[in-house]
């Protein structure tokens, strides 16, 4: 028996559907999030329209029962029950849309904003565009000096920064469990720090969560404003070692 | 009629007079940076500038690339008509090129609105451009007019010029108008790339160095270039696509559905052909502006436009299904199309599936429910689609899948005459599966390796796919190079409606996402008029949110797809009373 | 005809799709980055509201009184046991029945209440003694407050930002500027008073102790002068000639760099002989 083209759309739809969330949720245990959820399907019901109207013969066999639902006379009884239906449907959606709820408001986070072109600490300003790392020029010159300072930075971590960025500095600290959103970063990550210039770092840790732009979530970042604490040495030399503890290379840009 | 033709001289005549009023206008510069001062910023009967200027400048940037765009594919086609004698094609170039002469005053009249809404709205910032770029601007007021002559001779003298070398004269004119109508545009990038990254002054005074070629030759002006030249041409083809499908649906004739059925499609083909290397141009150029400048790249990709990105990749992809979908639907007209119902299918299936990855975003969106169960806002699946290793593996594919969608179309209804056509296909499949687990492979090995390592990446990515492209197009071309006597050609015009639907989508997404990326482009400079040069100190100088943004995108196309339906509309007129 | 609003249905729809889709993510806005007052009409209204919390808490010194705690005056930055915030309260105070001020609206109330805070006294309010006839909040365009109704309108600026509504509030054209009454609480001793009383330090750098250097950009720095005009004052004027005038004058000469119209043009009203010299004698170094 030939299955009509609409009711097989309509299976493979939601076949989409249930294999999507199924996959998710249950094989890979992290649910799909509703907002990408709304999306994919937006799209797979695009697609398979497209797939099923390439040709006349499927594509009939999707508008054909649209058509006769809407203007066949035999069609009266089950038009009218449609027409009674969907107006409440409309307003059920679109009540459930709007309706109020307890949960706070969703918000977009920039995991690594943009910095500002120049920023105040330490009583002076620092061009982001210049700023550069006055130990890195020693990695090659000095390489015992460059040691010398990477250890330094090691104890300023030890001291300061592995209650939350952890031992390994994966990111798992003894605090780690208090924070919901965001975590502290996982400095060993590929998209981490390897992506980033040493100025960036430095302007992340000196402001702290509060330096954040807007689309940082301030609020939502507990970092300290390390500026306060360590000095600008410091804050350079610690660089210095999360660089070498994790292999990743600063970003540069050839000149 | 030829008033209204030659009106487009009259903006470019103000624009020469305003430019040497400005240019010669003494005052030296300060020996910091160029600063605004009292007036600096204007306001004309309470209408906000920034919006004026905004909305002004993207609708003469719509019909400056729809202008430039035609007539280079006009071009291509009469030379095609030439070598194939095939005079449709003729027919067809100087119809494109008869839609684009009004548009072409349209150009020069917003352009010149612009330049006086610059003038009077940002005084400061204007006249400090124009101490800088005057010579430049003096050159683009001239090119303009010699691209009107070109434009004039070659669409009046067409008639006249259509034997012998005569016509090759007709064809040296059309190269004259591409080239003087692309060295415009290039001379007006300068500007705009100078002031996303400017370069030839002195970076602490603003000052000009007296270098002009180091000031036009700015670390975006040829990605910027190159990117524009490629969008323009996809942008021309889908407009005129557009067209071709309104007539269609009106038309009343057999002939006439023809006819224009043959347009959408040509004009499809070449949208595709101009959109395929156009995600290469893009990324070259955001590689550049990350090179020029962390903190614009960071701004671009990561920070507050982040979420563009997203929309971008929903309207790209919008296009490329758009695009696919004519295809597909395309394979109707010649008898024995049928038989790709069931590859069509699984292309669908690739294209959704490669596309739901491509616009999987970085930072998601979700309820705090959502964040507790994940422990996060990192999702643990996800986040491995959201970077750029999946997103090029994925357009990667896309653009290979819509490739083997016009390989189809191709072939179909036709029978191989080469003697090694089994084994032609053989490495046809072969090629495509290779150049599919190569970029797939090359995504993944992405994720194990540094970003700088990665971004590199993109280029074998991008080479793999134009490899696969050229290779299957040379070993095609053999396989299908002697003509088959037995087939029956394409019947023009039969087409279901839906398909001329795809045309409107694919030209209204193109228009409202170039509108879109002028704000990003425009947008990622922030705080400064001209980059690290001048700072805008107007009340403006913040980010308006995607949503604004979006509405203003919105309200410009409907406002160009209002002048486009006008412009349709006097042609129509002027053929009405012609016959 | 039929097929062209076909057509253009399709297209609109395509584009308010669009429009939809950018529109239904959170939005993020920037804020104005570098925002210096070039005149009262440039002024953005997030950086008024902001020129208006310097002078709640600072100047007008109205966070004295109007804490968080509440029991000298009524809280207004949030709600609580006094009602709404301030904005949302000044609306449905007019309309109240037992309101008898002159206020139309609630911007109007709120600017009532600051000059003249008698027109009506919140109950529990009043002045001990007086049976909630008069208020024990002093006009804020008297006194040690002094404020301008540049000020004024910042403060009001300030109260709808903190509610989280839109700011409406905007500088005054010059010419509506009422002259401020010159009133003088007695001699101020030392130059940091005098600093204070006339809010010098809420534009220029404090000379004293050359701190907020990063909120006061709005008028010229005023430390280390001497060295700046060591060969001589703008206009061929000794440093002394030149800080009169620029008090007394302000119009006269604008450092390159700053605005006209944005410096107060009365205090030769307003100042006292003794206290203008004290000012040219520290600014000009010869103390």
Known sequence: MKIPGLIKSVVIIWAAWYGIVYLFTDLLGAPIPASVMKMYMFFIIIGVFMAFTADEETAEEIFGPFRRLLFDRSHRVLRSIVFIVIPPLVFMVTYEITRPTLDAPVELRAVHPAPPSSFMAFGKSFNMLTLENPYRSLERGKPDKFREAVNEGRTVYYTNCFFCHGDKLEGKGHFVKGFNNPAPANFREVGAIGQLQESFLFWRIAVGGPGLPNEGAPWASPMPVWKDFLTEDQIWKVILFLYDYTGHRPRTFGK | MFRIKTSGLYPTLLCVALLIAFTTEGGALASSLPETHEGAYRSIWGINSRIAVWMIAQTHLFFAAFVLGVPIFSFCIELVGIITKDKRYDAMAREFIRISMTAFSFTATFGGILLILLVTLYPDFTSYSLKIFGPVMIVYAFLFIVESFALYIYHYGWSAMSDGYLKWLHLFTGLLLNLTGTSIMVLANSWASFMMAPSGVDPETGEFMGNLWAVINGPLWNPLNLHRFVANIAYGGAIVGAYAGFKFLTAKTREGKAHYDWMGHTANLIAVIGLLPLPFAGYWLAKEIYAYSQQMGVTLMGGIFAWVFIIQAVLIGAIFLGVNYYIWVGLGRVSGGEKYRTAIKFMALLLVACFLVWFTPHTIVMTGAEQKTLGGAHHPILGYFGVMSAKNSAVNIMILTTFLSLLLYQRVGKRATASWALQGNAVITALFVAGAINVIALGVYGYLVPANVRIGLSVPQVATTLLVIVMVSVINYGMYKNPDKGRAGPEWGKMPVRSQYALFLIAISFTWLMGLMGYVRSGIRQQWHIYTIMKDNSADSFTPTLGYAAKIVSLNTLLFMAMIVFIFWLDNMGKKRAS | ?287
């Open chain 3, 1 to 287: 005809m039929k097929t062209l609003a076909q057509v253009m249905l399709f297209n609109i729809s395509i584009i308010f799709a669009f429009t939809w889709f950018s529109g239904s993510i959170p939005q993020i806005r920037s804020a104005p980055q570098n925002f210096r007052p070039i005149s009262g009409k440039g002024i953005s209204p997030e950086s008024y509201a902001a020129i208006g919390g310097s002078i709640y808490n600072g100047k007008g010194t109205c966070n004295l009184c109007h804490d968080r705690v509440g029991h000298r005056a009524p809280i207004l930055l949030s709600s609580s046991e006094d009602g709404p915030h301030i904005v949302l309260r000044a609306v449905d105070r007019v309309a109240e029945s037992g309101y008898k001020g002159s206020a139309k609206n609630g911007v109007e109330y709120l600017r009532e209440s600051m000059t003249d805070p008698s027109a009506y006294v919140v109950k529990g309010f009043g002045k001990v003694g007086s049976d909630e006839a008069k208020s024990p909040m002093p006009s804020v365009v008297y006194g040690p407050m002094n404020l301008s109704p540049f000020e004024i309108e910042a403060i009001i600026a300030f109260l709808q930002n903190s509610a989280g509504m839109t700011v409406t509030a905007k500088p005054p054209e010059r010419k509506d500027e009422t002259a401020v009454k010159p009133v003088d609480t007695g001699v101020v001793a030392d130059i940091d008073s005098i600093f204070r009383k006339y809010g010098c330090t809420l534009c220029h750098t404090d000379p004293v102790t050359e701190g907020n250097e990063d909120v006061a950009d709005t008028g010229p720095s005023l430390t280390a002068l001497p060295e700046k005009y060591i060969n001589g004052a703008p206009g061929g004027l000794s440093l002394q000639e030149y800080i009169r005038q620029s008090v007394i004058a302000p119009e006269t000469y604008i450092v390159k760099g700053y605005e006209k119209g944005v410096m107060p043009d009365d205090f030769a009203d307003r100042m006292r002989v003794s206290e203008l010299e004290m000012i040219v004698n520290k600014l000009g170094g010869t103390q």
